[in-house]
């Protein structure tokens, strides 16, 4: 059974940095693609970051481009989002999800696998 397991939320105040980890096991195959996504109270799941695996390629959201960088550790089957220049409009519920469908990445019912969330806050 595949399990992913994320760390590293927290609070901090707008402008800082956060590192996010997740870890996955249990997995019977490589994994195609790894993601980030997000849950702000209130509105819908969305991609921030992803990270396709075979090809080394990464995908971001708009609202995260040169502010977040989405990293990988196939050795551990690992995959860390680096946060930096935190704003409060950041503040969710920071989920990790693998074994990506097809489809667009930024979309949770293309994923297969789901961690249960690592809740990140930015104070003003």
């Known amino acids: 059974q595949v399990q992913l397991v994320e760390s590293g939320g927290g609070s901090v105040q707008a402008g800082g940095s956060l590192r996010l980890s997740c870890v996955g096991s249990g997995y019977t195959y490589a994994t195609n693609y790894m993601a980030w996504f997000r849950q702000a109270p209130g509105k819908d799941r969305e991609g921030v970051a992803g990270?396709?695996?075979?090809?080394?390629?990464?995908d971001y959201a708009d609202s995260v481009k040169g502010r977040f960088t989405i990293s990988q550790d196939n050795a551990d089957n690992a995959v860390y989002l680096q946060m930096n220049s935190l704003k409060p409009d950041d503040t969710a519920m920071y989920y990790c999800?693998?074994?990506?469908?097809?489809?667009?990445?930024?979309?949770?019912?293309?994923?297969?696998?789901w961690g249960q969330g690592t809740q990140v806050t930015v104070s003003s």
């Open positions: 990270f396709y695996i075979a090809g080394g390629t990464t």
């Open positions: 999800a693998a074994d990506w469908h097809g489809g667009s990445w930024y979309e949770p019912s293309n994923f297969a696998y």
